[in-house]
């Protein structure tokens, strides 16, 4: 499972010209689901995405997760994360996750989000979107679920 995650001030997402989904200071989490990705996967991004030290302190460091600045979080499904460009020129999906595992792991990463305590907007999972938002930084952070499998050492 891979999370892009944006630190925004403020974030949006709509679908068919409707706003589904608004958050104000916070992450915006763009989510994609690998075929092999189980329930510890989700466990274990949610967990990185909750205390991640990303925000900034009084000195203007990143000593602060979302959990100790109140961030909200847009949870939005974003299957490309997992595509495959080194050969050709159009990216292949094989390694994403089918549509039905997919929005179940989607759905569990946000009831383990709500289940910290953090308040959640999503996205439409399937839908194209309008995704909106001012990143603030910026700062960007690509997160693996599959890191927690690698040795720390290189």
């Known amino acids: ?42 466990a274990y991004l949610v967990e990185k995405l909750v205390n991640l030290r990303i925000f900034s302190d009084a000195q203007n460091r990143f000593n602060l997760s979302a959990l100790d600045v109140g961030a909200e979080i847009l949870l939005v499904s974003q299957f490309t994360l997992y595509a495959e460009t080194r050969k050709g020129r159009r990216p292949d999906f094989n390694k994403a996750a089918q549509a039905e595992d997919a929005r179940r792991l989607y759905e569990h ?38 890191d927690r499998q690698r040795s720390r050492r290189g």
Do not use: C, Y
Request: glycine residues 12%; proline residues 1%.
């Open 1 to 42: 499972m891979r999370a892009l995650l944006q630190r925004v001030a403020e974030a949006s997402v709509e679908v068919d010209g409707q706003e589904v989904g608004r958050i104000g200071l916070g992450l915006l989490v763009l989510l994609g689901v690998a075929k092999e990705d189980e329930e510890a996967d989700a």
């Open 109 to 146: 990463a946000a009831d383990l989000l709500q289940h910290q305590g953090v308040k959640v907007a999503t996205g439409r999972f399937g839908e194209h979107m309008q995704v909106r938002l001012q990143n603030d930084g910026p700062v960007t952070i690509l997160l693996d679920s599959a």
